[in-house]
């Protein structure tokens, strides 16, 4: 499979077939090693993968460099011709060719989808117009009836290659991760798609899309960690979670982590194994008892069958998907406790000024910025705004918009304010709730208020023009978005907040 031209220090030369034995492969490392001290490199290789000779050229010999290699030669050396063929395309396709990418790319043959008998743009055209899973792509075509421009439209906005003998295209399934970089998978391992799972975990690295399933074995979760070189999945920035049970995922606990939403969602298939027809209660027994922690979501799905949807209002609490209750333990209801959260942003303003030209009012094209301390001049008139602007809201507030259905059952609403403190203006977000938030509520509201700051409410009302004595003012309640900390009424004023405003109202 591979040829590898092994150059040590004093220029020597060795050659090296992929694959070999575990005993040849030490025997030659041990050779090499003993000659050069660990400086030989790989001087030039022979592969039928594009793009693997250019990334390891000249890279330094190691024991571990010759297991992946001849690991991958041995996986390679196993597959059927068909199966070689969608390897190699798949390799020109994705455009990378470390080691590691490589041998997880060899589990993830399924990953992409062979068009037989395809050679050229024409045939690639005739074979998309007659085939009903891309009849959305030709409705973009119009009358465009030229088979080999749309065959060649299609490649250049696809991942696809020709390989001579048919067109292999990258399809929407996410890659499976089984090489960490250290542990070697099994040769004949199956790789998941994740038909019984619970929840899949999305990671997007590198161009790619990698899928943990979960409920997924430890062993599995360190080799995602591994492959993404972090040594917590929650650290991991950019990644989303799918729910294959439609409406559990807006049923989660806010904040929980990789190892807490596994553990539930190992609950939770056991339960539904057992009862796959009480999907729907055990939605509506999470949406009833708003559980805020991975404990008690576990409890419910364990204790399942103590659930019934109800045709009466006694002992039981009204959701989205009916009325139910607990025939052992009465769901309790909504704490009646009103709980006050203020979250604060500093506010920034543009004003347009305007001025007279030939007996007309006119506005400058430039705006001037307004900091936080001169936009109080204009409390008044933003206020007044900004009460205008929030007539479309219901009393609710943005808690209507939230996605989290627990967390939007525990609001009772989320107002968008204004407020000076310390001679600065202060967007303001007032969120009333049935009791304390959990941290991670607080922290899902904090997210969602960033998201209405930055391309929602905030940013509508930043198009509403605010007329004053100087110019037309546009208001960002929360200045530099990307960076603003949205910060509580304590951490921002320090001591009790309600004792603080009390004092802020005696003296008005």
């Given at each position: 499979?591979?040829?590898?031209?092994?150059?040590?220090?004093?220029?020597?030369?060795?050659?090296?077939?992929?694959?070999?034995?575990?005993?040849?492969?030490?025997?030659?490392?041990?050779?090499?090693?003993?000659?050069?001290?660990?400086?030989?490199?790989?001087?030039?290789?022979?592969?039928?993968?594009?793009?693997?000779?250019?990334?390891?050229?000249?890279?330094?010999?190691?024991?571990?460099?010759?297991?992946?290699?001849?690991?991958?030669?041995?996986?390679?050396?196993?597959?059927?011709?068909?199966?070689?063929?969608?390897?190699?395309?798949?390799?020109?396709i994705t455009k990378?060719?470390?080691?590691?990418?490589?041998?997880?790319?060899?589990?993830?043959?399924?990953?992409?989808?062979?068009?037989?008998?395809?050679?050229?743009?024409?045939?690639?055209?005739?074979?998309?117009?007659?085939?009903?899973?891309?009849?959305?792509?030709?409705?973009?075509?119009?009358?465009?009836?030229?088979?080999?421009?749309?065959?060649?439209?299609?490649?250049?906005?696809?991942?696809?290659?020709?390989?001579?003998?048919?067109?292999?295209?990258?399809?929407?399934?996410?890659?499976?991760?089984?090489?960490?970089?250290?542990?070697?998978?099994?040769?004949?391992?199956?790789?998941?798609?994740?038909?019984?799972?619970?929840?899949?975990?999305?990671?997007?690295?590198?161009?790619?899309?990698?899928?943990?399933?979960?409920?997924?074995?430890?062993?599995?979760?360190?080799?995602?960690?591994?492959?993404?070189?972090?040594?917590?999945?929650?650290?991991?920035?950019?990644?989303?979670?799918?729910?294959?049970?439609?409406?559990?995922?807006?049923?989660?606990?806010?904040?929980?982590?990789?190892?807490?939403?596994?553990?539930?969602?190992?609950?939770?298939?056991?339960?539904?194994?057992?009862?796959?027809?009480?999907?729907?209660?055990?939605?509506?027994?999470?949406?009833?008892?708003?559980?805020?922690?991975?404990?008690?979501?576990?409890?419910?799905?364990?204790?399942?069958?103590?659930?019934?949807?109800?045709?009466?209002d006694e002992d039981?609490?009204?959701?989205?998907?009916?009325?139910?209750?607990?025939?052992?333990?009465?769901?309790?209801?909504?704490?009646g406790e009103i709980?006050?959260?203020?979250?604060?942003?500093?506010?920034?303003?543009?004003?347009?000024?305007?001025?007279?030209?030939?007996?007309?009012?006119?506005?400058?094209?430039?705006?001037?910025?307004?900091?936080?301390?001169?936009?109080?001049?204009?409390?008044?008139?933003?206020?007044?705004?900004?009460?205008?602007?929030?007539?479309?809201?219901?009393?609710?507030?943005?808690?209507?918009?939230?996605?989290?259905?627990?967390?939007?059952?525990?609001?009772?609403?989320?107002?968008?304010?204004?407020?000076?403190?310390?001679?600065?203006?202060?967007?303001?977000?007032?969120?009333?709730?049935?009791?304390?938030?959990?941290?991670?509520?607080?922290?899902?509201?904090?997210?969602?208020?960033?998201?209405?700051?930055?391309?929602?409410?905030?940013?509508?009302?930043?198009?509403?023009?605010?007329?004053?004595?100087?110019?037309?003012?546009?208001?960002?309640?929360?200045?530099?978005?990307?960076?603003?900390?949205?910060?509580?009424?304590?951490?921002?004023?320090?001591?009790?907040?309600?004792?603080?405003?009390?004092?802020?109202?005696?003296?008005?």
């Amino acid at each position: 499979m591979f040829r590898c031209l092994i150059v040590d220090k004093d220029k020597k030369e060795s050659s090296l077939f992929f694959p070999v034995s575990e005993e040849t492969l030490s025997e030659a490392y041990d050779i090499i090693k003993s000659k050069t001290a660990g400086r030989a490199k790989i001087a030039d290789l022979e592969s039928p993968l594009k793009g693997m000779k250019e990334e390891l050229q000249w890279t330094r010999v190691t024991k571990h460099l010759l297991k992946e290699m001849n690991f991958l030669a041995q996986r390679m050396e196993r597959m059927s011709d068909q199966e070689l063929e969608v390897f190699c395309a798949a390799v020109q396709i994705t455009k990378r060719a470390d080691l590691k990418y490589l041998i997880n790319l060899s589990y993830n043959a399924d990953r992409f989808s062979v068009c037989p008998g395809i050679t050229n743009d024409e045939e690639l055209g005739k074979y998309i117009s007659e085939n009903p899973e891309f009849a959305l792509w030709m409705s973009w075509q119009g009358d465009n009836v030229d088979l080999s421009d749309i065959g060649r439209r299609f490649a250049d906005a696809h991942m696809g290659c020709f390989t001579g003998q048919n067109y292999v295209i990258r399809n929407e399934q996410a890659m499976a991760a089984v090489y960490d970089g250290k542990r070697f998978p099994d040769f004949n391992q199956k790789v998941e798609n994740g038909e019984d799972c619970i929840f899949e975990r999305r990671y997007y690295y590198r161009g790619e899309i990698y899928a943990l399933y979960l409920p997924a074995s430890q062993k599995q979760m360190r080799c995602m960690e591994g492959f993404l070189n972090v040594t917590d999945l929650d650290e991991f920035g950019y990644r989303h979670l799918i729910s294959r049970i439609d409406g559990l995922k807006e049923r989660l606990p806010c904040g929980l982590g990789i190892q807490e939403i596994n553990t539930f969602a190992a609950a939770v298939q056991s339960a539904l194994a057992q009862n796959p027809e009480r999907e729907k209660v055990f939605l509506a027994a999470m949406e009833a008892e708003v559980p805020s922690t991975a404990e008690k979501a576990v409890w419910i799905a364990e204790h399942l069958n103590e659930y019934e949807m109800a045709n009466t209002d006694e002992d039981s609490i009204s959701t989205s998907l009916g009325k139910v209750r607990n025939q052992t333990h009465p769901i309790r209801p909504l704490s009646g406790e009103i709980h006050t959260l203020r979250l604060y942003s500093l506010a920034e303003g543009q004003c347009y000024k305007k001025y007279r030209y030939k007996g007309k009012t006119e506005y400058s094209d430039f705006a001037v910025p307004f900091d936080a301390l001169y936009l109080t001049r204009y409390q008044k008139e933003i206020q007044r705004a900004l009460q205008k602007y929030s007539d479309f809201l219901s009393e609710r507030g943005l808690a209507d918009y939230m996605d989290n259905i627990l967390l939007k059952r525990k609001l009772i609403s989320m107002i968008p304010q204004i407020e000076e403190w310390d001679h600065k203006l202060w967007g303001v977000l007032e969120v009333k709730s049935h009791g304390k938030l959990s941290e991670g509520e607080l922290q899902e509201v904090k997210k969602a208020w960033s998201g209405q700051c930055s391309d929602g409410f905030g940013e509508g009302f930043y198009q509403k023009e605010i007329r004053t004595r100087e110019g037309l003012l546009n208001v960002d309640l929360a200045y530099d978005i990307w960076s603003t900390e949205f910060k509580t009424e304590q951490e921002l004023k320090g001591g009790d907040p309600e004792r603080i405003r009390e004092m802020q109202l005696g003296g008005m």
